[in-house]
């Protein structure tokens, strides 16, 4: 399956963004999915991930209650609602997916991955 992640751009703090990860090549119903990220100098860290069936996600304490991972199984598209975003938040978003039942926090457990997208809050 191919990956393609869109949405980011630049916001002020406190505003909102939604990203999106368009597949092809696969469905995306049969594959767990996820989002991490990469700011300047940093590693890549997980973000968010959502199970096959859908029934289970897990977020990263920083993004708790603020991001909100769904899928859409007629688009073929994953998302990533972003809310009430922090400088903090700046950082390029990857989206991943993996042929697994479980919620996957690790890197290491993906096997697909999308280009990334550039996403920028201002202070």
């Known amino acids: 399956v191919q990956l393609q992640a869109s949405g980011g751009g630049l916001v002020q703090t406190g505003g909102s963004l939604r990203l999106s990860c368009a597949a092809s090549?696969?469905?995306?119903?049969?594959?767990?999915v996820g989002w991490f990220r990469q700011a300047p100098g940093k590693e890549r860290e997980f973000v968010a991930a959502?199970?096959?069936?859908?029934?289970?996600?897990n977020y990263a304490d920083s993004v708790r209650g603020r991001f909100t991972i769904s899928r859409d199984n007629a688009k073929n598209t994953v998302y990533l609602q972003m809310n009430s975003l922090k400088p903090e938040d700046t950082a390029v978003y990857y989206c991943?997916?993996?042929?697994?039942?479980?919620?996957?926090?690790?890197?290491?457990?993906?096997?697909?991955w999308g280009q990334g997208t550039q996403v920028t809050v201002s202070s």
């Open positions: 991943a997916a993996k042929l697994s039942i479980a919620v996957v926090t690790s890197m290491a457990g993906y096997d697909y």
């Open positions: 090549g696969g469905t995306l119903g049969s594959y767990g």
């Open positions: 959502r199970s096959r069936s859908g029934l289970t996600t």
